[in-house]
């Protein structure tokens, strides 16, 4: 049983959390975590790149000079791929690079991830935090506060917060998101994670429903 200490916007230690990791996952897969993140990484892609074959270039298809006599190589037409201008041997094609990974092994992914970064002492509980308006400044405060403010951080909220967002997104290094939107590749990438505790019960909570009911057994007569 972990006891995670549960910091307010000032830095100052106002409780504890207790926490069991194996609530979080019982074991942590390098192999499904690479998968994981490799998906997340691959449906970045745009799948745009495109470049133009021989016959997609403009020029004539003429033979560029007389087959023997001239005592150059011979060349048929301008397009080709060895010359200047022409087209590419290999050309480019757009593609799809979305992969897909089963939901649940996806949702067991992201426990891992957050269960790894309990295990390196890498996530930070705060207390709350609400803005009335936007205000970067307030914002900064409390990394600097947290003695986060020079590393990669993702900070976790419970839900949708306009004034949290908008104070935040411009900050560098740090990435705002609601828990329902976190996955393996956002809690990996950063450093430290900063996640409110109204946020860490709400995964947990998500934890629990997600768990097989457990049912009496039935004899058949």
Not at 84 to 99: E, F, Q, S, V, Y
Not at 106 to 129: F, P, W, Y
Not at 151 to 176: A, E, H, W
């Amino acid at each position: 049983m972990l006891e995670l200490p549960i910091y307010n916007c000032s830095g100052a230690q106002v409780g504890t959390y207790e926490l069991d990791p194996e609530e979080i996952a019982a074991t942590i897969s390098k192999q499904l975590l690479h998968d994981a993140v490799v998906m997340y990484q691959s449906n970045q892609r745009q799948g745009t790149a495109k470049t133009k074959t021989r016959g997609e270039v403009s020029g004539s298809t003429k033979k560029m000079y007389r087959q023997k006599g001239t005592g150059n190589a011979r060349a048929g037409s301008k397009r080709s791929g060895v010359r200047r201008g022409g087209g590419h041997i290999h050309a480019k094609m757009p593609r799809d690079w979305r992969l897909k990974m089963p939901r649940k092994a996806l949702q067991t992914a992201t426990r891992m991830a957050l269960r790894a970064k309990l295990d390196s002492d890498s996530v930070m509980i705060l207390d709350d935090v609400r803005f009335d308006a936007p205000k970067t400044k307030d914002f900064v405060a409390i990394l600097n506060a947290l003695s986060v403010s020079d590393t990669r951080v993702l900070f976790t909220i419970p839900g949708y917060d306009v004034n949290v967002y908008k104070s935040g997104r411009n900050v560098p290094k740090v990435t705002v998101l609601p828990v329902s939107d976190i996955n393996a590749l956002e809690i990996l990438l950063p450093k430290k994670i900063v996640i409110t505790k109204a946020a860490l019960d709400a995964f947990r909570g998500k934890i629990a429903s997600r768990k097989p009911e457990t049912t009496e057994s039935v004899e058949r007569a």
